[in-house]
């Protein structure tokens, strides 16, 4: 059912989605005005009428309806990178993960999504300005009570004591390997994001040091490639984007 205060999703008839909060207000579209006092106690999937007849249907708003509707501030992790980011590392529900940098929040939200309510993600941001940005973004997907942000750099330390993984999307992942090794679970996962072969680099050179406290690393890129599906023709999409970052995956032994 749909309570007051809580957001929803409306979807107007051409696609276009709306992230809304429910309150006893009319909401203005380019398709007429809807009234969305009456929501409350519906169920999600029921479809509510503007006052130009145009048919918006309700639906609950999923961690992607969030960020894609979300302030941001650096560039966002792609839902294909965070997807590996999940698998790979087995984040899973009531884990514990400590992230760095949080920037906009889109991996903070999507480590959030997988560790679930009875996990925690721990994030630290560097820049106050993004810093608030991921606030505000936590705040909107309904994700406080298992999300803290930490206007810290992650190169001064970890202050935690213990961490199922640790997330990185930073320019130098190797700063924070000295803190990983005191604080990562045996088995957890080290994950470092990176968009240049460059940093890949000189993150294995500092990891010679470490070798011994993990298993051997792996690199990946993933290529997404969308497939455009017409009556007569399906083919890929002419555009593709074509580059994000290299992830290295680490073991913890
Ligand atoms: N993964 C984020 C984007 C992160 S962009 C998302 O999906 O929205 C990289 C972020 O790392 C920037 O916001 C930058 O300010 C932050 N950063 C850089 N060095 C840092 C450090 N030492 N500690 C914490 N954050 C850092």
């Known amino acids: 059912m749909i309570s007051e ?13 709306y992230l809304v909060r429910v309150r006893r207000e009319k909401f203005h ?10 929501l409350i106690g519906k169920p999600y999937g029921t479809k ?43 984040i899973s529900p009531g884990d514990t993960v400590i992230e760095a940098g949080a ?37 909107l997907a309904g994700f406080s009570d298992r999300v803290i942000l930490k206007n810290k750099s992650i190169y001064d330390g970890i202050e935690e004591e213990s961490a199922d993984h640790i997330v990185l999307d930073l320019p130098q992942p190797e700063n924070v390997l000295p803190h990983a090794v005191d ?23 500092a990891l010679e040091e470490y070798k011994e406290y993990f298993m051997r690393p792996k690199v990946v890129e993933v290529l997404l490639r969308e497939q455009e599906v017409k009556r007569d023709c399906m083919r890929p999409k002419t555009t593709m984007l074509s580059h994000t970052g290299y992830i290295t995956f680490l073991r913890k032994l």
Do not use: W
Not at 5 to 17: E, N, S, Y
């Open 5 to 17: 205060g809580d957001r929803v999703l409306l979807i107007d008839p051409r696609g276009k989605r």
């Open 29 to 38: 579209t380019d398709l007429g005005i809807v009234d969305l006092g009456e």
């Open 48 to 90: 509510i009428e503007s006052h130009r007849g145009a048919k918006f249907t309700v639906l609950r708003p999923s961690v992607n309806d969030i960020i894609a509707k979300m302030k941001r501030g650096p560039q966002i992790v792609h839902p294909k990178d965070a997807g590996i980011i999940i698998t790979y590392a087995g």
């Open 103 to 139: 920037g906009s929040g889109a991996l903070t939200l999507f480590l959030a999504n997988a560790v679930g309510p009875s996990g925690l993600v721990i994030s630290y941001e560097v820049r106050k300005d993004f810093y608030r940005i991921a606030l505000e973004n936590v705040k």
């Open 183 to 205: 604080v990562l679970k045996p088995g957890g996962y080290f994950v470092a994001y990176t968009p240049c072969t460059n940093q890949v680099h000189r993150f294995f050179r």
